[in-house]
């Protein structure tokens, strides 16, 4: 069994009902013995993003934002990753291969819960000790 930490860009093809993912990417999610993960740090991506009229998004987020996520995590099968003070200490000790504090603060989760990241950002990959799935 593996813990998969989902990047906002696999939240978002999820959304957007994307087949974008590499297969292995695709299978390792699939796999019902895995464990997804998403971070609440996506969400606020998502709506930072939104709000600045960078990323549409469907009418549901809209709607009701909260009830909008709650049905992608549903639909990933995922649970929702909390922001820590952990979290935020080891982003402080992060290098500067990353400037977004979004991937930066996600990076610093994954490495903190000994999570396997799934992204497609090759940036991540600067990381030592990350584990990285290509999606």
Request: no cysteine; hydrophobic share 50%; aromatic share 8%.
């Amino acid at each position: 069994m593996s813990i998969y930490l989902l990047d906002t860009d696999v939240v978002l093809a999820a959304i957007f009902d994307s087949v974008s993912l590499t297969a292995r990417a695709r299978n390792a999610l699939a796999d019902p013995n895995n464990e997804r993960r998403v971070s609440v740090v996506s969400a606020f991506e998502i709506a930072v993003k939104h709000t600045l009229g960078k990323l549409p998004l469907p009418v549901a987020f809209d709607q009701d934002f909260s009830a909008a996520f709650e049905d992608v995590l549903v639909q990933l099968a995922a649970t929702s990753l909390e922001v820590r003070l952990p979290h935020a200490f080891r982003v402080r000790r992060l290098p500067l291969h990353h400037r977004d504090p979004f991937d930066r603060l996600l990076i610093a989760q994954a490495l903190e819960e000994n999570l396997t990241m799934v992204s497609g950002d090759r940036q991540f990959a600067a990381y030592d000790g990350l584990r990285l799935m290509p999606a």
